[in-house]
């Protein structure tokens, strides 16, 4: 059974920082790509970055310079370090993993970032 567990969501003020965390199981996690997604009410989800097995990352042209993403194979775990945070950051956060050549994509709970003007 595979599972994603996010955790480090919550209530920040604007200009403060956050870090996600989304440890995964059921997987050969060093194997995935993982990338985190957002999705705000009335938005479209988007992806906001990701990272592969080789630890190539990019990232949305909204967070670029703000968040990085990052990968430790030996907790099975990705982040999502998120700085200089933005009210149109709020968001529900989800944690994606997948591997290249398959269709099949698993999917975290999300959880939820709110930033306070």
């Known amino acids: 059974q595979v599972q994603l567990v996010e955790s480090g969501g919550g209530l920040v003020q604007a200009g403060g920082s956050l870090r996600l965390s989304c440890a995964a199981s059921?997987?050969?996690?060093?194997?995935?790509?993982m990338g985190w997604y957002r999705q705000a009410p009335g938005k479209q989800r988007e992806l906001v970055a990701d990272?592969?097995?080789?630890?190539?990352?990019k990232y949305a042209d909204s967070v670029k310079g703000r968040f990085t993403i990052s990968r430790d194979n030996a907790k099975s775990t990705v982040y999502l370090q998120m700085s200089s945070l933005k009210p149109e950051d709020t968001a529900v956060y989800y944690c994606?993993?997948?591997?290249?050549?398959?269709?099949?994509?698993?999917w975290g709970q999300g959880t939820q970032v709110t930033v306070s003007s």
């Open positions: 994606n993993a997948g591997l290249s050549g398959s269709d099949k994509l698993y």
């Open positions: 059921g997987i050969i996690f060093r194997f995935y790509a």
């Open positions: 990272i592969t097995s080789g630890e190539n990352t």
